[in-house]
């Protein structure tokens, strides 16, 4: 599959990437929109955002749209094919702030397409993308997906 990877500063390229297979309790969703988010730009032209710096090729992206493909072993949540907004951040679910129901303020959440860690979170900006089931948001009926792209920054 074809994946927008950066590999340094000023080193963005269309590369081509196996197509990942979803393991329990996640999904695999059809990438259909992305939006090119600040933290994308620093990673391009400057190889990090803040004390996040480059020390492996990434796929960019954490603004994304698509479609639901399948579901690993377990609970499946969204019917195939439904439309979806892609929730970027992935909570560790043991820290004492998950264990308390406040998995927003995670001390130590994943965001897709971030080099805060080694090795470093892929991202969405490619033609296939799996996450946790949990992190699909279904769109409403209608909202065409380009503008849908904008759901995650809103």
Not at 5 to 10: A, D, L, Q, S, T
Not at 25 to 47: F, K, N, P
């Amino acid at each position: 599959m074809l994946s927008c990877v950066i590999h340094g500063e000023g080193d963005l390229r269309v590369d081509e990437l196996p197509v990942p297979s979803p393991g329990p309790g996640q999904a695999l969703v059809a990438v259909r929109y992305g939006g090119v988010c600040g933290s994308d730009l620093h990673y391009w032209r400057h190889g990090g955002v803040g004390d996040f710096r480059l020390r492996e090729p990434m796929v960019l992206g954490h603004e994304v749209v698509g479609t639901v493909v399948s579901y690993g072993d377990g609970p499946s949540g969204l019917a195939v094919g439904t439309e979806v907004a892609v929730h970027p951040a992935t909570p560790c679910g043991v820290c004492p702030e998950c264990a308390s129901g406040r998995r927003n303020v995670c001390r130590d959440t994943r965001y897709l397409g971030s080099a805060a860690r080694t090795p470093h979170v892929q991202g969405g900006f490619a033609a296939r993308l799996v996450v946790p089931a949990d992190q699909l948001r279904p769109l409403p009926a209608g909202l065409p997906l380009r503008r849908a792209a904008l759901a995650e920054p809103l």
